[in-house]
């Protein structure tokens, strides 16, 4: 599982024309993809990781702050682009197996008592973001 977490003063998730999923105050978005062995540990580590990572101003988490953060579902975060010019995405799971991995990191954030909007898995996002700092991190589980 492959995440960028970026701190952000506010974001959207746009669908055909409609607002799916938005923060509108600080937080974190997470583009997150699930590669074919990701399970509960994996699940686990990023909800935590997320939820407690110290990247927020004054050097405060996501659940010390109470900041709300996005999921965006990217299978492309697994694209491997070593060889010619057209990556491949064998890495990544397909979405049968991807959306269910994808929705209880969702609920594990939840869990943790974070708010937490989404994108709609497989569709065609836009996603419009506002990222504070710059802060951005790769993270991995």
Do not use: C, Y
């Amino acid at each position: 599982m492959r995440a960028v977490v970026q701190r952000v003063t506010r974001a959207s998730v746009t669908v055909d024309g409609a607002v799916v999923g938005e923060l509108t105050e600080p937080g974190l978005v997470v583009l997150l993809g699930v590669g074919h062995d990701d399970g509960d540990a994996q699940v686990a580590t990023i909800a935590r990781k997320v939820a407690e990572l110290r990247v927020l101003r004054g050097e405060r988490s996501a659940a010390e702050a109470g900041a709300p953060v996005l999921v965006v579902s990217q299978f492309t975060l697994l694209g491997d682009t070593r060889k010619g010019r057209r990556p491949t995405w064998n890495a990544a799971a397909p979405g049968p197996v991807a959306e269910p991995v994808v929705t209880a990191v969702v609920q594990a954030l939840r869990a943790r008592g974070l708010t937490v909007a989404t994108g709609v898995f497989g569709a065609d996002m836009a996603v419009e973001l506002v990222n504070d700092g710059p802060v951005t991190l790769l993270l991995e589980a």
